[in-house]
């Protein structure tokens, strides 16, 4: 089933907790695990040429599919050969289902969804979920699209990323039993459906040079959350991602939520992605938990606002006392941005927003993220996790 | 007078015009003439980092110094080793004198200057000129400042660029007669207070690595204009720089006024910059008048709205036509830009406001100019011009 340009092995199982140090082998090359996945939405992980982003350690890219059908649309990524050939960025990439954006984009933040089980009572005029897929207006430019598993995957394949994402239901926090019961029986139905869309649309395109993930979506109700969890992880998926667990919840309940899923699903076949999560104080917990990759903004994100990774917590270039300091950010850091430049110089184009402030910091927090997970694989080798 | 580490030699002269091919030697390298100067206003040519600078073939900076007084601040710079240290550019670098940003955004726009010879009669209460200097508030935070002579050279030793250049009165387009008289006169005497500032301060701070541009103003009075221009280069200037140009006049009283000026100012032994002159189709014409370096933000600009050059024009990268456009910007440039991304690429990153989009578009359009430069040396040398 499984193309043989794709491979995920265990290398090395922590005796202490559910850590594993693993590998993923791609054509685009191999992610050593636990990994730390750039998020790059639109085809450019933003301020980076792909050279830049190399320099990083970057091993692993994900973009969103609900912006690049949006822009620069489905046909010109077919045209140019797909999201490597057209962005030139060298690493593996994967792309997620649209679900997310579908859900909190898609409606322009305006989807109010009615708890009862008659689809047709929601009160979303942007967004309209039926069991067929979900029919939305652009949030950019109104142009309406009807996002189905088939259209999801369709549109996936013509992206061409190394992985795809089936379609799910990004069910919302606070969801009652009878919707969470609902949704989770449509992200199943959808699952299905995106792997037999996948099988049938990958060869005539993109030759086997694709894998698919699944999405477990679970809710905060357990029995439901666990029944969901094996239906998902018992299709023949590539890798299995969680979802779900990335808008409103507490820490305390993302924590009870992965380990929902993590308990009942196989443990050595697959990788296991969390989607959106890798704030610096989770990951070490979720990688224990048996996590093996995350993708999450924050790191990029805190960086394009002066928030710069150290060891000890965030850096806030912004502040004053840096004015005049001739330091680097972290003189033990061995990123370009640390070796050529101060504290200072950072500062000041910061506060005149030069647009190579962006640039540096980005590539200090990544570099600063690729760093943590060598350590964090480090210590699973020697048996410290 | 002039330092050993400091040259300007013409290593040949057009028969044909007054267009010289010349070599300006500096502490940070040659600069081989006609050239462009690329603008990086605060320290930062706008997305871009000193490597990819150099990849553009920049030979020379341009950096302002009524901004890099309020940001870094002169302290800092100072602490820091001099904006080379501080900035990591490469390339030799000129400073203005700040006289041109402190008349047009130093009054936040709202200077309206009395043409009477009574200086107490001016209008602005944000911008006062006196013999003594210009007492000014901060465009960004309102701080005042005074800038004099003094201060200006004071500042530009302690920023120590290669090159500093004596403070000036920018004439503003429309001036009376009178008040041109008068501010020729006191141009005059600032160019004589810069000379002194500069051979007092500079060897105590960078030991003579630095030299001194004297500033031509005119107005549009012939005769005023012509004696203002013969006093100014009768000083002990290493170069000379034709200012008062960029605002408002026509181009056909540009070449008016720039020919005015070159007709008296001695030949050959010190190169002549125009200060914010560098439209295409300005350049050729200047440089047969005998013009050796000229910045302009104009091309750095363009960049930063998708305004791409290209041979016979501009080619405007967020038109529509250009978003399934697999080729170059340029099949013939051999710029990072043109030899790794498509125009379709680059439409979709200018489409959503990326910020790899400006460093691309800046990287190309820079190294068309410098390849434009090298053209028109080339033709030089061979007579053609």
Redesign the interface.
Same mark, same amino acid.
């Given at each position: 089933m499984i193309s043989k340009t794709f491979e995920f092995s265990i290398l090395h199982k922590s005796k202490k907790s559910s850590a594993r140090r693993g590998r993923i082998t791609t054509p685009h090359g191999v992610i050593e695990t636990p990994a730390f996945v750039t998020v790059g939405t *639109?085809?450019?992980v933003?301020?980076?040429?792909?050279e830049d982003l190399a320099l990083t350690g970057t091993q692993f890219v994900f973009c969103n599919t609900y912006?690049l059908v949006l822009?620069?649309?489905v046909?010109?990524l077919k045209?140019?050969g797909g999201i490597h050939a057209?962005? *030139?960025i060298n690493e593996p990439i994967i792309t997620d289902s649209g679900g997310f954006q579908v859900f909190s984009l898609g409606g322009n933040r305006k989807l109010t969804i009615n708890n009862s089980n008659d689809d047709s009572k929601q009160k979303s005029t942007l967004v309209s979920i039926s069991d067929e897929g979900v029919r939305f207006k652009s949030h950019t430019n109104g142009d309406e699209y009807f996002f189905t598993p088939e259209f999801s995957i369709q549109s996936q394949v013509a992206i061409g990323a190394d992985f795809v994402v089936s379609f799910d239901e990004n069910i919302y926090y606070g969801a009652t039993e009878g919707y969470t019961k609902r949704s989770l029986a449509r992200t199943q139905d959808w699952a299905k459906r995106s792997l037999n869309e996948f099988h049938v649309t990958r060869d005539t395109f993109h030759k086997s040079k694709q894998q698919i993930y699944g999405v477990i979506q679970g809710g905060m109700y357990k029995d439901l959350h666990v029944n969901s969890a094996k239906k998902i992880s018992a299709l023949p998926f590539f890798g299995l991602a969680i979802g779900g667990v990335s808008v409103g919840m507490s820490k305390s309940e993302i924590r009870e939520n992965v380990s929902w899923t993590l308990d009942v699903i196989d443990s050595d076949s697959r990788p296991r992605h969390l989607l959106g999560i890798g704030h610096i104080d989770d990951i070490v917990d979720m990688v224990k938990m048996g996590v093996d990759t995350f993708n999450c903004v924050t790191p990029t994100r805190d960086a394009r606002v002066g928030k710069l990774y150290i060891k000890n917590g965030i850096l806030d270039v912004m502040l004053t006392k840096y004015?005049?300091d001739?330091s680097p950010i972290d003189p033990m850091c061995g990123c370009y941005t640390c070796k050529?430049?101060?504290r200072?110089?950072l500062?000041?184009?910061f506060?005149?927003r030069?647009?190579?402030a962006?640039?540096?910091a980005t590539i200090h927090n990544l570099f600063f993220m690729e760093e943590y997970f060598k350590k964090i694989r480090e210590k699973n080798e020697t048996g410290k996790l």
């Open positions: *639109k085809g450019t933003k301020s980076l040429t792909p912006h822009s620069p649309g046909d010109v045209k140019a057209y962005s *030139k004015k005049a001739l050529t430049f101060t200072s110089y500062h000041h184009l506060k005149q030069e647009l190579l962006y640039r540096l």
